[in-house]
């Protein structure tokens, strides 16, 4: 009969040959790791897609976090496409249900970079899977990709996109918002948007007045901007700080404003409160607005006056609203019958009889002049700005670039109602004057996304940019950020100190990931026998009846009993048992007290009688 092997047999050589093979392709998974350079695999994940050979063709939203597009706004969808080996033919885009978005042929045989964008409108709340092809003139079709800065690799549209909210307080600046001449001034603004797009932001100061300097802290990233404001004057006045805030879109623009009063030594400027509105107002029916207000000084103050502005910080944008209002009045209502739409600050200002006059000024919330229904045909994703601005840079300060021929892009978006003067446009990497070389995408007259590759390839360390362009309205922007290109080899900072020796990180993680496979290549082989020897040889132990004796023919060596064992073994012996008997023992009888006494004497007598003789 053949002998069969159990099935729990098969079980744990299957058992042990998985776990020799798990042990096995651990060196593969720890050179991986090393090769990675980080154990957190998210960040290579989501990384930013660059237009190369590799991904000739890019979807990306130039001025939205396309994970978090708010469902029935029209955002814009932009297309760089660049083709190396042939020119362009056609391109086209689907989103996932096979419905066509953009389409376009092109007749240029000459031509090998293309930049398109069109209007995009999601109507349902859920992700939606966008993809396209380019075809050149010989045939080859490529697919289009989507790339973001955001830690998305598709889109998604969500019910309701929040606006980005400040959640400082000029009024917590340090000293104070009046300090005198000579006195440092500290504010650090902070503001978050909970859907976690980036923050655009845009800062100005008093024209011609440069000592508050802006320190950045959190660019706008993740949905956190920090910037710490800093700075002293020797120039007594009342200085205007702005900032606007937006995520992108054209009704989440936010602003702060503020006045930072510099009093001279020994006197003091008018210091003014608008009281009323306390908050943030919306008109959209009304056309008046009332404003109350406190003022405070040592001097007399000799009058008001009252603007209103989009911009407060230059004051070439104010509107006139009454420049000469009692010092005795508090209040004031304003007309805005002639007022555009727009969002707004009042601004109101009071003036003191000192040579020169001290002059104290104060900043309302924020006005927003809604009356006109948007047109169906502008897109939700264009903000309307007071001043020209550069926004979705890229690549960061914060980003990690391997690339040595990284994609160089920035979007412009001019004063609203005024157009970007493309002659103006000026863009510098490294000092050096690359103008002429980048690429300039034209996505609506006050809006414009310029993009530059490198056709040779950039050495790794720090790289300057700067861009600066000009409006019709006379608006000015400019913008300079660096980033930093490492190749991934290890930095020379990067090492450990060992007995003097300097070793870098890397070769020591690898040397320690050796040794540690080497000892668990020696230990687990214990461990697996350990855990998996077979134990059909082991005998059973029978737990309810004792163990019987080993089977032995060898006589058992009984140790001779000592000395003392003898001794005590010959002078003490048991007592023979009694045997009963059936006879009576005879009764003891005590004898009488007084016949007991008579006997004791005659015994003592007797003895006497002894001792005489």
Same mark, same amino acid.
């Given at each position: 009969?053949?002998?069969?092997?159990?099935?729990?047999?098969?079980?744990?050589?299957?058992?042990?040959?998985?776990?020799?093979?798990?042990?096995?392709?651990?060196?593969?998974?720890?050179?991986?790791?090393?090769?990675?350079?980080?154990?957190?695999?998210?960040?290579?994940?989501?990384?930013?897609?660059?237009?190369?050979?590799? @991904?000739?063709?890019?979807?990306?939203?130039? @001025?939205? @976090?396309?994970?978090?597009?708010?469902?029935?706004?029209?955002?814009?969808?932009?297309?760089?496409?660049? *083709?190396?080996?042939?020119?362009?033919?056609?391109?086209?885009?689907?989103?996932? @249900?096979?419905?066509?978005?953009?389409?376009?042929?092109?007749?240029? &045989?000459?031509?090998?970079?293309?930049?398109?964008?069109?209007?995009?409108?999601?109507?349902?709340?859920?992700?939606?899977?966008?993809?396209?092809?380019?075809?050149?003139?010989?045939?080859?079709?490529?697919?289009?990709?989507?790339?973001?800065?955001?830690?998305?690799?598709?889109?998604?549209?969500?019910?309701?996109?929040?606006?980005?909210?400040?959640? =400082?307080?000029?009024?917590?600046?340090?000293?104070?918002?009046?300090?005198?001449?000579?006195?440092?001034?500290?504010?650090?603004?902070?503001?978050? /948007?909970?859907?976690?797009?980036?923050?655009?932001?845009?800062?100005?100061?008093?024209?011609?007045?440069?000592?508050?300097?802006?320190?950045?802290?959190?660019?706008?990233?993740?949905?956190?901007?920090?910037?710490?404001?800093?700075?002293?004057?020797?120039?007594?006045?009342?200085?205007?700080?702005?900032?606007?805030?937006?995520?992108?879109? *054209?009704?989440?623009?936010?602003?702060?404003?503020?006045?930072?009063?510099?009093?001279?030594?020994?006197?003091?400027?008018? &210091?003014?409160?608008?009281?009323?509105?306390?908050?943030?107002?919306?008109?959209?029916?009304?056309? =008046?607005?009332?404003?109350?207000? !406190?003022?405070?000084?040592?001097?007399?103050?000799?009058?008001?006056?009252?603007?209103? =502005?989009?911009?407060?910080?230059?004051?070439?944008?104010?509107?006139?609203?009454?420049?000469?209002?009692?010092?005795?009045?508090?209040?004031?209502?304003?007309?805005?019958?002639?007022?555009? /739409?727009?969002?707004?600050?009042?601004?109101?200002?009071?003036?003191?009889?000192?040579?020169?006059?001290?002059?104290?000024?104060?900043?309302?919330? !924020?006005?927003?002049?809604?009356?006109?229904?948007?047109?169906?045909? $502008?897109?939700?994703?264009?903000?309307?700005?007071?001043?020209?601005?550069?926004?979705?840079?890229?690549?960061?300060? *914060?980003?990690?670039? =391997?690339?040595?021929?990284?994609?160089?892009?920035?979007?412009?978006?001019?004063?609203?109602?005024?157009?970007?003067?493309?002659?103006?446009?000026?863009?510098?990497?490294?000092?050096?004057?690359?103008?002429?070389?980048?690429?300039?995408?034209?996505?609506? /007259?006050?809006?414009?996304?310029?993009?530059?590759?490198?056709?040779?390839?950039?050495?790794?360390?720090?790289?300057?940019?700067?861009?600066?362009?000009?409006?019709?309205?006379?608006?000015?922007?400019?913008?300079?950020?660096?980033?930093?290109?490492?190749?991934?080899?290890?930095?020379?900072?990067?090492?450990?100190?060992?007995?003097?020796?300097?070793?870098?990180?890397?070769?020591?993680?690898?040397?320690?990931?050796?040794?540690?496979?080497?000892?668990?290549?020696?230990?687990?082989?214990?461990?697996?026998?350990?855990?998996?020897?077979?134990?059909?040889?082991?005998?059973?132990?029978?737990?309810?009846?004792?163990?019987?004796?080993?089977?032995?023919?060898?006589?058992?060596?009984?140790?001779?009993?000592? !000395?003392?064992?003898?001794?005590?073994?010959?002078?003490?012996?048991?007592?023979?048992?009694?045997?009963?008997?059936?006879?009576?023992?005879?009764?003891?009888?005590?004898?009488?007290?007084?016949?007991?006494?008579?006997?004791?004497?005659?015994?003592?007598? $007797?003895?006497?009688?002894?001792?005489?003789?």
């Amino acid at each position: 009969m053949k002998s069969r092997k159990a099935p729990i047999q098969k079980r744990k050589r299957r058992s042990i040959l998985l776990t020799f093979l798990l042990l096995f392709t651990l060196p593969i998974f720890v050179f991986s790791l090393l090769e990675n350079k980080s154990f957190d695999f998210r960040n290579r994940a989501f990384e930013e897609i660059e237009l190369s050979e590799i @991904n000739p063709c890019i979807i990306s939203f130039p @001025n939205v @976090n396309p994970y978090t597009i708010e469902v029935n706004n029209t955002v814009r969808i932009q297309i760089d496409a660049l *083709s190396k080996d042939s020119t362009i033919k056609s391109i086209s885009i689907t989103d996932g @249900n096979g419905n066509e978005l953009f389409t376009k042929s092109y007749e240029d &045989t000459s031509l090998t970079r293309i930049t398109e964008s069109f209007a995009y409108t999601p109507t349902v709340a859920r992700a939606y899977n966008l993809t396209g092809s380019l075809n050149n003139m010989d045939g080859k079709t490529y697919g289009c990709v989507i790339s973001s800065p955001y830690d998305i690799k598709g889109v998604k549209a969500i019910t309701t996109n929040s606006k980005p909210e400040f959640i =400082s307080n000029p009024r917590s600046s340090i000293p104070s918002q009046n300090i005198q001449t000579g006195v440092t001034y500290e504010y650090t603004l902070k503001a978050e /948007d909970i859907d976690k797009d980036t923050i655009n932001y845009s800062y100005s100061f008093t024209t011609g007045q440069s000592w508050l300097k802006a320190t950045v802290v959190d660019g706008g990233g993740g949905g956190k901007l920090t910037i710490k404001f800093r700075g002293s004057t020797n120039t007594p006045g009342s200085y205007l700080a702005n900032v606007f805030i937006h995520d992108g879109y *054209s009704k989440h623009l936010s602003s702060q404003s503020w006045v930072i009063s510099v009093s001279p030594k020994g006197n003091d400027n008018p &210091t003014v409160t608008i009281i009323e509105p306390a908050s943030s107002v919306t008109i959209k029916n009304e056309n =008046s607005l009332a404003i109350s207000w !406190e003022a405070i000084d040592s001097n007399p103050i000799i009058r008001y006056e009252l603007y209103i =502005s989009s911009n407060p910080v230059n004051e070439l944008a104010w509107q006139e609203i009454n420049k000469n209002i009692p010092p005795t009045q508090s209040s004031y209502t304003i007309d805005l019958s002639t007022i555009t /739409d727009g969002t707004y600050r009042i601004i109101l200002r009071a003036i003191d009889n000192q040579s020169p006059a001290g002059i104290g000024m104060d900043v309302s919330p !924020e006005v927003l002049i809604s009356r006109e229904e948007k047109d169906p045909k $502008d897109p939700d994703d264009s903000p309307k700005l007071p001043e020209p601005q550069i926004i979705n840079i890229s690549p960061t300060s *914060s980003d990690e670039v =391997s690339n040595t021929n990284p994609t160089i892009k920035a979007s412009l978006i001019g004063t609203e109602n005024s157009s970007i003067d493309e002659s103006s446009i000026v863009v510098k990497l490294d000092n050096i004057d690359i103008t002429k070389e980048i690429k300039i995408n034209k996505i609506s /007259d006050s809006e414009y996304t310029v993009i530059y590759i490198p056709e040779n390839s950039l050495t790794t360390g720090l790289h300057k940019v700067y861009i600066f362009f000009k409006d019709t309205k006379g608006g000015e922007a400019e913008k300079e950020w660096t980033f930093n290109i490492s190749t991934g080899e290890e930095d020379d900072d990067d090492n450990f100190i060992i007995f003097g020796l300097e070793i870098s990180k890397r070769t020591a993680y690898i040397i320690g990931g050796g040794i540690g496979l080497i000892a668990l290549a020696i230990v687990m082989p214990m461990i697996i026998m350990a855990i998996w020897k077979d134990k059909s040889e082991e005998i059973s132990t029978n737990t309810v009846l004792p163990q019987s004796l080993p089977k032995t023919d060898d006589i058992p060596i009984v140790n001779p009993p000592t !000395e003392m064992e003898t001794l005590v073994k010959e002078s003490f012996q048991a007592p023979e048992p009694e045997i009963p008997t059936n006879e009576v023992s005879p009764v003891f009888e005590a004898p009488e007290p007084d016949e007991d006494l008579t006997n004791l004497y005659k015994e003592l007598q $007797d003895l006497e009688e002894k001792d005489s003789k």
